[in-house]
């Protein structure tokens, strides 16, 4: 039984092994209506629980369309309608669910709310997004950055902005896909330490630099996300766009990049804030592409977790 609990948590072996299958399942389905069900069929009778303590859009939904594509069934859940949160200890809460379901989803806030629930579960867990990463966000990633300009191996991925969760596990992918990464933000915001000591320790060169113009120079990968995630407090949205404005990322930054350099950006954008239309919608941008390929990598790490 295998747990996706993060990156840095994934063997590289299996990391690949994922990317690589969700590219082929991707390919094996393509053009097909979206409702029609996958060749293979192999989580069919398993019951998959997606719990969500946060909104979500695209997790959510791609999930669910993975889940039924490969033959599941599906229960989606909101943590407050739960005992979650009402007294209930995650740990029978886990204990319980393992009794109903084979594979459980949770975005979270707490990092232990999901490590707990991975420890006493008896099926797999998936992180779904917590405070601290979103592991799944970053494979779509992967997936999507190959498909465009092959192995991200060796290639440098600039970061924008607060060295957030989504950053989190760019940076524990830079360790385990052996790519460069620099972080260009104000140092309030730097990602934590730990991440940057892991990755550095796997091999990757981990820049942090203030100067966003400089930081972008020979990027073959510029991305962005929100100034104020879903665990910031709302009271803290003006001083954080304050110290965020220098890092938007508009024509002129680009510029400074690759000519062929992509744009990333794991959505919901806030536009013209972190980046500019004219970027979201021109020709470096594959942010739907990115979107599209959370279902394609989430289904091979369902299938990975569940060993089918
Ligand atoms: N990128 C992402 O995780 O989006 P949602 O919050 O809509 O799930
Ligand atoms: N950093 C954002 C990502 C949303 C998918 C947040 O946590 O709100």
Redesign the pocket.
């Known amino acids: 039984m295998n747990h996706f609990l993060d990156i840095h948590k994934t063997s590289p072996e299996d990391l690949r092994h994922i990317i690589d299958q969700a590219a082929a399942m991707k390919a094996a389905r393509a053009g097909r209506p979206k409702g029609t069900p996958d060749d293979e069929q192999p989580l069919k009778g398993r019951m998959v629980a997606l719990i969500f303590e ?1 909104p ?1 859009t ?2 959510r939904v791609s999930f669910d369309v993975g889940v039924r594509q490969m033959g599941g069934e599906t229960m989606v859940l909101s943590g407050k309608d739960m005992q979650l949160g009402h007294g209930e200890t995650i740990a029978d809460t886990a204990r319980v669910m393992s009794r109903y379901v084979d594979l459980i989803m949770i975005r979270t806030f707490d990092e232990t709310v999901l490590t707990e629930m991975a420890e006493y579960a008896s099926v797999p867990v998936i992180n779904g ?1 917590t ?1 601290r990463t ?1 592991p799944c ?1 970053i494979m779509a990633d992967i997936q999507t950055f190959e498909e465009h300009r092959g192995p991200i191996k060796g290639k440098k991925v600039v970061w924008t902005g ?1 060295g ?3 950053c989190a596990s760019f940076i524990h992918a830079a360790g385990q896909f052996g790519f460069d990464f620099t972080f260009t933000g104000p140092k309030q915001l730097d990602p934590e330490d730990e991440f940057v000591g892991l990755a550095r320790r796997a091999g990757s060169t981990i820049t942090i630099e203030r100067d966003p113009v400089k930081a972008v120079e020979g990027a073959d990968l510029v991305v962005a ?2 100034w ?5 407090s709302q009271s803290s949205k003006e001083r954080r766009h304050n110290m965020l404005r220098p890092y938007q990322v508009n024509e002129a930054l680009m510029a400074h990049a690759k000519p062929d350099a992509l744009f990333m950006h ?3 954008a806030h536009r013209e804030e972190e980046v500019t239309s004219a970027v979201m919608d021109g020709p470096q941008s594959v942010i739907f592409d990115e979107a599209e390929n959370r279902l394609h990598a989430q289904k091979a790490v369902m299938r990975w977790c569940l060993g089918v």
Request: charged share 25%.
């Open positions: 946060k979500s695209r997790t997004l405070d979103h966000q607060d957030n969760n989504v996300d929100t104020v995630s879903m665990h910031d794991c959505l919901p």
